[in-house]
């Protein structure tokens, strides 16, 4: 099957592909050593000693590889210490440590944190070591350790037939997905991924480790599916139901740019009609030098041939597709298209550098999301179209662009209270990025972030929302975007849970506000 098209992972990473010039150093010298590191080894040392996994400082070999997030502009953090877990114990430990010694910690899985709220000037608690998958065909539930990356997830469920929705990047971590949501192309199908957590388990602020699920700590497990990772307690690992595989098809259509208006009109009313099989993505895309792209991906749950009828309604609204693919594939396959590793091996479809075999790089990026409530207008989606062709004009050599995601289906079946994840009611998820290299232009890189600023005060509608798996550091009234009716409920589970606030990042879930009664 001949495989041409941009897939959602290449989205991000824009016309450039992969960025290889990583500004990496040892560390040595770093503010982070000077504040949590010089004058203190010995307690260090200890935690060291005391872990059953590797405690990497500044200075130590692969100190430069262990600090990286996935998103290559936050190449320049440098963390006093990374603490690779090998268990709950470990976990419990670095807790412990950074309450005796007051210092700052992140709790990391995939690293693909957005804002980079995976790291800390302190110590990184990196469950990545936590990766093994358990399935229990019987009964269809699988249990995966928080540091799973999902192409192991995909492999470990399709080789007993089972399926798992998820998203699209490789290399992200369950843990981050998993509690933010996590909307793939199984979505309208079986719903997000937090829909199929059933149960976890944790260490809490206070060190205890605790069985979650529908019996136990019934309010937190309804926070960590969709109240954002890094906010409650450190997951160790969760327990996901799964789905028998269906037959899937694959499919991607690319218009003329000419029509990306009335393309990206016609894509909702089609999408938010569609039966439950079909999910797509509507990506308007200014490629760099490559020029404009519009186009429709997608899979149906299904055979190609039934397909082939869905895509024709999809024609009788939008005019015949420049170019079409459709071809059957399995699970695992269609979850390699859609991450962009199409003809790699499950190994290869890691982080080069971080897992053996692994050939993937980092990208340098920038986003901003919000949702379509209803099917918009002609003079709306021309505003978006408009919007693209502005990145290209500013910034001609960088990728970027706008996804609109398919929500409806499943997704929208369940109450927008029903679990902390609140966008039930959306047409579409939209995703604006944009993405540079090494020999991006300081210039271009700046016209970038100037035309994200822009998107998000004059097109963007801040009342539709945002989806908090992409998180947003511009963000001003950022918890309204994120969770809106449940987030006086989320700050209850906080209190319940953490309540001297100690998961604390820049858009950690707050505590009631003081004299509140929520
Ligand atoms: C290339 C790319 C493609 C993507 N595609 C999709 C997609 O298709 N669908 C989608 O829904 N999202 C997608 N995302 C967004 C992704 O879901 C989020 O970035 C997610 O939060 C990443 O999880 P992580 O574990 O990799 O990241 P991390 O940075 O490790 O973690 C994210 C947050 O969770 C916290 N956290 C990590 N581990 C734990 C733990 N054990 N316990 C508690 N908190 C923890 C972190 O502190 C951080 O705040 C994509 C991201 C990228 C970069």
């Not at 996994?53 to 997030?69: I, K, T, W």
């Not at 993937?360 to 990026?365: E, I, K, M």
């Not at 579409?428 to 998107?455: F, I, K, N």
Request: neutral net charge.
């Amino acid at each position: 099957m001949v495989r041409t098209r941009v897939s959602r992972r290449g989205f991000l990473e824009g016309a450039l592909g992969a960025v290889g010039a990583l500004v990496v150093s040892d560390g040595v010298g770093s503010a982070a050593e000077a504040a949590f590191g010089r004058s203190t080894r010995a307690p260090w040392n200890r935690l060291a000693a005391g872990l059953d996994g590797r405690l990497v400082r500044p200075g130590q070999a692969r100190y430069a590889e262990a600090a990286l997030l996935y998103n290559s502009r936050f190449a320049g953090l440098r963390p006093a210490a990374i603490a690779f877990c090998r268990g709950s114990d470990d976990v419990a430990r670095c807790l412990e440590f950074t309450h005796a010694h007051d210092v700052p910690f992140a709790l990391r899985s995939g690293g693909h944190s957005y804002g980079g709220y995976s790291s800390s000037p302190g110590l990184i608690v990196d469950v990545s070591a936590l990766d093994t998958v358990e399935v229990d065909p019987r009964r269809r539930t699988a249990k995966v350790g928080a540091g799973a990356q999902l192409i192991d997830l995909y492999d470990a469920v399709a080789r007993h037939g089972l399926v798992v929705p998820g998203g699209t990047c490789p290399t992200v971590g369950i843990a981050g997905l998993a509690m933010g949501g996590g909307v793939g192309v199984l979505a309208r199908r079986y719903g997000l991924t937090c829909d199929h957590v059933v149960g976890a388990r944790a260490v809490t602020a206070t060190g205890d480790q605790i069985g979650i699920g529908p019996d136990s700590h019934a309010d937190l497990w309804w926070a960590l599916r969709g109240g954002g990772g890094g906010n409650f307690a450190a997951v160790t690992s969760f327990r996901l139901s799964l789905e028998a595989a269906p037959p899937l098809a694959l499919f991607s259509l690319q218009y003329p740019w000419s029509r990306a208006a009335a393309v990206l009109e016609g894509w909702q009313h089609w999408s938010a009609t569609e039966p439950d099989e079909t999910w797509s993505s509507c990506q308007l895309f200014s490629q760099g030098t490559a020029g404009l792209l519009v186009q429709v991906n997608g899979v149906y749950c299904g055979l190609p041939d039934e397909l082939e009828r869905r895509l024709a309604r999809l024609a009788g609204l939008v005019g015949a597709a420049g170019s079409t693919f459709v071809g059957g594939d399995d699970y695992l396959e269609a979850m390699k298209v859609e991450a962009g590793c199409a003809s790699l091996t499950v190994a290869a479809c890691h982080t080069a550098g971080q897992w053996p075999g692994g050939t993937l790089g980092h990208t340098a990026y920038a986003a901003k999301s919000s949702y379509v409530g209803a099917p918009e207008s002609r003079e709306r989606t021309s505003q978006w179209v408009a919007a693209v062709e502005r990145l290209a004009r500013e910034a001609p050599s960088l990728g970027g662009g706008l996804a609109f995601d398919g929500y409806g289906g499943a997704v929208n079946r369940v109450a927008s209270d029903a679990t902390a994840f609140v966008h039930r009611d959306k047409v579409a998820g939209v995703q604006a990025t944009y993405s540079w290299g090494s020999g991006s232009s300081p210039d271009e890189v700046a016209a970038g972030a100037r035309w994200l600023r822009w998107l998000g005060a004059d097109v963007i509608d801040p009342a539709e929302g945002a989806y908090v798996n992409y998180i947003d550091p511009t963000l001003t009234d950022w918890a309204r975007a994120y969770y809106g009716s449940n987030r006086a409920r989320l700050s209850r589970v906080k209190a319940a849970y953490d309540p001297a606030d100690r998961f604390r990042f820049a858009q950690s879930v707050p505590l009631p506000a003081r004299g509140s009664s929520v």
